[in-house]
Nanobody
Framework: QVQLVETGGGLVQPGGSLRLSCEASGFSFSTYAMSWARQAPGKGLEWVAGIYADGRDTFYTASVKGRFIVSRDNAKNIMYLQMNNLKPEDSAMYYC????????RGQGTQVTVSS
């Protein structure tokens, strides 16, 4: 079955960086676009970034454009989110998502940006 496992979250100071990873299994990873989404306490799920199956095109929500970079390694079935110049408002649970299996997301990894 489709499985997505996010890692790499943690506590970081404002202006710092983190790299999230999403390990995928149970589906043909290289044929699906993938996305990152986040959810802050008391707020709805927000789409953050997406990447086409072949990795050639990437997309970002306005608030992270220029700071976050989404990438993927189809040989390893892993998607990444490099997050730079982090701000307190980036604090949230981060999920990777796929349309495979009718739509799935992982268990999430917590990112907290605080001094």
């Amino acid at each position: 079955q489709v499985q997505l496992v996010e890692t790499g979250g943690g506590l970081v100071q404002p202006g710092g960086s983190l790299r999230l990873s999403c390990e995928a299994s149970g589906f043909s990873f290289s044929t699906y676009a993938m996305s990152w989404a986040r959810q802050a306490p008391g707020k709805g799920l927000e789409w953050v970034a997406g990447i086409y199956a072949d990795g050639r095109d990437t997309f970002y929500t306005a608030s992270v454009k220029g700071r976050f970079i989404v990438s993927r390694d189809n040989a390893k079935n892993i998607m990444y989110l490099q997050m730079n110049n982090l701000k307190p408002e980036d604090s949230a649970m981060y999920y990777c998502t796929t349309e495979a299996g009718g739509g799935r997301r992982g268990q999430g990894t917590q990112v907290t940006v605080s001094s």
